[in-house]
C-alpha cells in the first residue's frame, strides 16, 4: 500500500449498469488500480476533460472485476455525476488510484457485521467479497424500496442479509442501526468476537459508532469530506478526530477513509 | 534543430525550467512523488510552514466554483521543527529546486523562521508569505499594507542566508505599490497571485458552505486578474516576477511569461491532473523549439502593448 502504488490512469469504460432509482454501476479498465486495490480504498475521477467541473470526484472502490476491471456504484447528486451517468462504453476517463486507507478486518472475527446506509453500501460490498474467514452479516439500509440496492449476489460468505428501508417498502422497516442494535444486544456470547465495519450518512455513524461504544464492539467506519488532491497534499479534507489521543484534523483521503470509530470526535461533527 | 535552453535564474539560482510547483497545491514533494518525476521540475514550494504546528480551519474546507474552487486550510501545517525533522530529508535529496514558504503571526516570527532555517542544507530559496486571507491576525493585515509587506520582507531578509521571494496578495487596491516597497526592503523577487477572496452560500442551510465562512479562490477563473497583475508589476520593479494563478496548461503558462514572468508555478492544477506541471514543461520545450526561441528568459516581458 505504498504511494508509489498509486497510478493515474486513462481508462476505459466497460459498462454501465443501472442498479436502482439514481444509482449506476460504472465498469472501468484500470488494471493497475484493480491489481493492488483493497476494501475501503477510493478513486479520484475525473469525470470529462475540460476546467468544468474542475475537481476529480471520489468514490469508493466497490469491487474488481476480472481482469483489470474496477467497480464503482455511484448515485447520482449533481453535475458530476450527471456527467458521469452519460458516458457510454468505449469513452475513457482518468482515474487516479487506488487511494487512502482500507478496512483492515480482523482475521480473528467470527462474525463480520457490516453496516450501510444508502450509497454507503459501496466499500461494503467490495468488502465482503474480500472476507475469507468467519461469517458475515451484511445489514443494508435504505431509504424506501426504490432505492434498493441486490447484493445477495455481491456477498459469498453472508448467510445473512438484512435488507431495511425507512417506510417498509422491502424488506424490514426503520433503521438500519436498530437491527444492528438488536443483534448486540442478543448475541452478548458473540459480542467479544465480533466487529463492525460501517458506512452511510453522518447520523447513523454516529449512532454506530455509540452502539460499537456500548457494546465493547471494534468498529471502522468509512467517511466522507470534500476532496482536492486525494492524495495528502491539500489538507482539505479535514474531519475532527483524535491522534494520539489529542484532539487533530484527520484527513479523510490520507489518513482514512477508514478510521477506528473511536478515533472520529463525533459530537463535532 | 538545437534543444531550446528552459533554465532561468531567479536571484542567482538557476532552475533548469520556469516551472514551479506552487505552495499548498503540492504537499511536501512526496505526496506526488510517485506519479512522475518530480526531479524534472523547475521547481517545488512546500506548504507554508510555521514555527508551531498549526491545525488549520474547521471543515468543510474547500468547495468548488465555476472553473475554480474556494479553500479555507487556514494554512495547516506541521511546524517548523517537523519540517526540518520529517520532510526536509527526503527534500534535500532532490535534483529540483526547493523553496520553503514561511508564514508569521507576527514580523518577529517571520524573522525566528528565516533564521532558523539558516545554514540547512537542501533549500534553495525563501518564499514569505504575506498574503494568505485564511488567518485573521497575520497574512491579511500584512500583505495588503506597503509599509508592513516592507516591515516584514525587511525582517526575513535580514536574517535568512538564502535569497528571498515575497509572495504577493491580489486582495489590495494597487499590488505595484507592495511590490516596489518589498522590493525596496531587499526581495530578490515576487512571486503572485496568491488566492483571491471569496465565499460561498449553502442555500439550503441559508449559512456559509466554508467552516471559515470565508476562502482564496484559485483556478481558471482568476487567470485573467493575475495575468493583468504579473504584467502590471513586471512594469514597475527591478526584480524578477513569478507568475501564477490558474495555469492548467504550456499556453497559460507561456502568457504569463510573455506578460512579464520569469517563472511560472502551477497550484490547482496540480489537483485536477497530477501530471499537469510536467506537461507545462514539455509543452514550453515544443512550443521554443517550433518558433524558434533559443531561450525561453528571452520571452519574459516580450508582450507587445
Ligand atoms: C472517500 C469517498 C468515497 C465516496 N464513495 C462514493 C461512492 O462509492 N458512491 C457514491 O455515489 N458517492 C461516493 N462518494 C460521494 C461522491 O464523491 C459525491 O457524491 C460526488 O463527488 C458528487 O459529485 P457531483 O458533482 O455529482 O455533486 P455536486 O454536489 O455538484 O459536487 C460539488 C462538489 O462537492 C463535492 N461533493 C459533493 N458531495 C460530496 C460528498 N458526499 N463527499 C465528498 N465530496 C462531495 C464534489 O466532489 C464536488 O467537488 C464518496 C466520497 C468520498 C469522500
Ligand atoms: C488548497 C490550497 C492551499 C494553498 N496553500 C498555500 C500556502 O500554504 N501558502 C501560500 O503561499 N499559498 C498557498 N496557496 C496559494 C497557491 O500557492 C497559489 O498562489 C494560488 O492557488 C493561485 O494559483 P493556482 O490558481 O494555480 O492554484 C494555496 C492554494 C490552494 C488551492
Ligand atoms: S483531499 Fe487533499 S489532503 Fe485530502
Known sequence: MSKACVMDENSEVV??????????????????????????QFVMIRVRDGLDPLLRRPFSICGIREPGVVLVLYMLVGEGTQILSRILPGERISVLGPLGRGFKPDEKDSRALLVSGGIGIA???????????????????????????????????????????????????????????????????????????????VPMLKKVASLSKEFGVPCQVSMEAHMACGLGACQGCAVPGKRALA?????VCKDGPVFPAGNIRWESL | MTEADLGVEIA?????????????TFGYGEEYAGLFDINSLGGLVV???????????????I????????????????????????????????????????????????????????????????????????????GMAFGTDPDMSARVTDAVVSRADLPVIVKLSPNVTDIRAVARAVEKAGASAVSLINTLTGMAVDLGRRSPVLGNVIGGLSGPAIKPVALYMVYQTAKSIGIPVIGMGGIVNYRDALEFIIAGASAVQIGTANFINPRAAVEVIEGIRQYCETNAIARISDLTGSIRA
Open chain 1, 15 to 40: 459498462f454501465q449498469r443501472k442498479m436502482a432509482d439514481g444509482v449506476f454501476l460504472m465498469g472501468i479498465e484500470s488494471p493497475g488500480i484493480a491489481a493492488t486495490a483493497i476494501p475501503g
Open chain 1, 123 to 201: 466499500p461494503l460490498i467490495f468488502l465482503a467479497r474480500r472476507l475469507r474467514s468467519g461469517e458475515a452479516l451484511f445489514m443494508a439500509g435504505f431509504r424506501s424500496s426504490r432505492q434498493v440496492i441486490q447484493v445477495r449476489s455481491a456477498c459469498l460468505v453472508c448467510p445473512e442479509i438484512y435488507i431495511v428501508t425507512e417506510d417498509g417498502s422491502e424488506g424490514e422497516r426503520g433503521l438500519v442501526t436498530d437491527i444492528l442494535a438488536e443483534r448486540l444486544k442478543g448475541a452478548a456470547s458473540e459480542r467479544g468476537r465480533s466487529s463492525i465495519y460501517a458506512c452511510g450518512p
Open chain 1, 247 to 251: 484532539d487533530a484534523y484527520l484527513h
Open chain 2, 12 to 24: 542567482g539560482v538557476k532552475l533548469k525550467n520556469p516551472v514551479i510547483a506552487a505552495s499548498g
Open chain 2, 47 to 61: 506548504k507554508g510552514i510555521s514555527l508551531k504546528p498549526r491545525q488549520g480551519n474547521p471543515p468543510p474546507r
Open chain 2, 63 to 138: 468547495v468548488e466554483t465555476p472553473c475554480g474552487m474556494l479553500n479555507s486550510i487556514g494554512l495547516a501545517n506541521i511546524g517548523l521543527d517537523a519540517f526540518v525533522k520529517e520532510k526536509l530529508p527526503y527534500l534535500s535529496g532532490l535534483s529540483t529546486a526547493v523553496i520553503v514558504n514561511i508564514y508569521g503571526h507576527s514580523i518577529k516570527e517571520y524573522a525566528e523562521l528565516a533564521g532558523a532555517l539558516k545554514g540547512l542544507s537542501g533549500i534553495s530559496l525563501i518564499e514569505v508569505n504575506i498574503s494568505c486571507p485564511n488567518v485573521e491576525c497575520g
